[in-house]
């Protein structure tokens, strides 16, 4: 399995940025889609943005279509998600994972290893 390590995270007014960044171990990386999901206090962790292998396919959740952006750098191993204009329902913890398989999905069970996760935390 691919080792994943997400950065980035922190705390951010709202209406402000980040962008976090997630680098896979594998040299295999450019072979799989890339996803992100986020889990917020007492919710179910929850599908963000997922990008595919080559980075030419890309699908959000409605709630931040407009706001994030997912992109991926096949050749550093690593896989970004700039979030602009956040709100404090954006505040979770955001977790990347690899999906296993072809296509692009937005389901957890499409997807095989994740990493620790980072926090964001938007304060109002």
């Known amino acids: 399995q691919v080792q994943l390590v997400e950065s980035g995270g922190g705390l951010v007014e709202v209406g402000g940025s980040l962008r976090l960044s997630c680098t896979a171990s594998r040299r295999t990386f450019s072979n799989y889609a890339m996803g992100w999901f986020r889990q917020a206090p007492g919710k179910e962790r929850e599908f963000v943005a997922a990008?595919?292998?080559?980075?030419?396919?890309?699908i959000y959740a409605d709630s931040v279509k407009g706001r994030f952006t997912i992109s991926r750098d096949n050749a550093k191993n690593t896989v970004y998600l700039q979030m602009n204009s956040l709100k404090p329902e954006d505040t979770a913890v955001y977790y990347c994972a690899n999906q296993q398989g072809p296509g692009i999905h937005n389901a957890e069970n499409y997807f095989e290893s994740w990493g620790q996760g980072t926090q964001v935390t938007v304060s109002s």
């Open positions: 990008i595919s292998w080559r980075g030419f396919a890309t």
